[in-house]
Nanobody, 113 residues
Framework: QVHLVESGGGLVQAGGSLRLSCAAS?????????GDWYRQAPGSKREFVAG?????RGRFTFSRDNDKKTMYLQMNNLKPEDTAVYYC??????????????WGQGTQVTVSS
């Protein structure tokens, strides 16, 4: 079993920056095949933010450290409309279970004006 744990969310003023982290942990040998970040604002659908398939999207930059099994989302010049719960998603290959998609629990980002 693999778990994704996000961190780095919080309250920031408009124009500020935050860096979210998503660490994969679990027993046995596993690797991250690919990953993404999504967000969901109240009353809205979950939407793609950035990931391996599109790592730089405007003010958002995705990266990952394979040795640390951690993904990151750098967010710059944040705006109030960026307020949402941010989730990481990863397709992970585990030596005993094969490839599986996992989601983190989400981390709240609130941008004040």
């Amino acid at each position: 079993q693999v778990h994704l744990v996000e961190s780095g969310g919080g309250l920031v003023q408009a124009g500020g920056s935050l860096r979210l982290s998503c660490a994969a942990s679990g027993s046995g040998l596993f690797v991250i095949n690919y990953g993404d970040w999504y967000r969901q604002a109240p009353g809205s659908k979950r939407e793609f933010v950035a990931g391996d398939r599109d790592s730089v999207r405007g003010r958002f930059t995705f990266s990952r450290d394979n040795d640390k099994k951690t993904m990151y989302l750098q967010m710059n010049n944040l705006k109030p409309e960026d307020t949402a719960v941010y989730y990481c998603n990863a397709n992970i290959y585990h030596m005993t279970t094969g490839s599986t998609d996992y989601w983190g629990q989400g981390t709240q980002v609130t941008v004040s004006s």
